[in-house]
């Protein structure tokens, strides 16, 4: 599946609302991909706010589990496949090797995950999605634009 607009990846994060994202290493319970997403992206904001890409990654990751609910190591996979037409190569390669591969010194990747873990036992109110449409378009926008050849 391959995302062609932000109003798909807005539904697919939508969707997330109510499923669950398996428990992470510090034991606790599964928590809603959706409130997850939320708060990964967050906190991603709040320690760098000037990287959208990091933010976004921070955001989409939650569609893994719903685009590959059985086949848990493909859900990166499809999920760094699915947002790349819309969102670009580093949002997909983050979300890729978010959960396993990558450079373990790469900096993007390790605030990913630490935020995505933090997240998972994070209490604060992340704000709705709709707040993440704007950049989300911005993404679109200078990724199709970047994509576009003369």
């Known amino acids: ?59 989409v990751q939650a569609i893994g589990p719903l685009l590959s609910p059985s086949d848990r190591a493909a859900r990166s996979g499809r999920a760094a496949d699915a947002v790349r037409p819309l969102l670009g190569e580093r949002v997909a390669r983050l979300v890729r090797t978010q ?3 990558g450079d373990p010194y790469d900096d993007d990747l390790l605030r990913l995950r630490q935020a995505a873990e933090e997240s998972r036992t994070a209490g604060f109110d992340a704000g709705v999605l709709e707040d993440w449409r704007t950049v989300l378009e ?12 003369d």
Request: hydrophobic share 40%; net charge positive; with cysteine.
């Open 99 to 101: 959960d396993h591969g």
């Open 1 to 59: 599946m391959e995302l062609r607009s932000v109003e798909e990846l807005m539904d697919l994060l939508h969707a997330c609302r109510g499923a669950r994202v398996a428990p992470g290493r510090t034991g606790s319970a599964g928590t809603d991909l959706h409130q997850h997403a939320l708060r990964t992206a967050a906190l991603l904001r709040r320690r760098h706010p000037a990287d959208k890409e990091l933010q976004a990654a921070g955001l």
């Open 138 to 149: 911005l993404l679109a926008a200078r990724n199709s634009h970047l994509g576009a050849v």
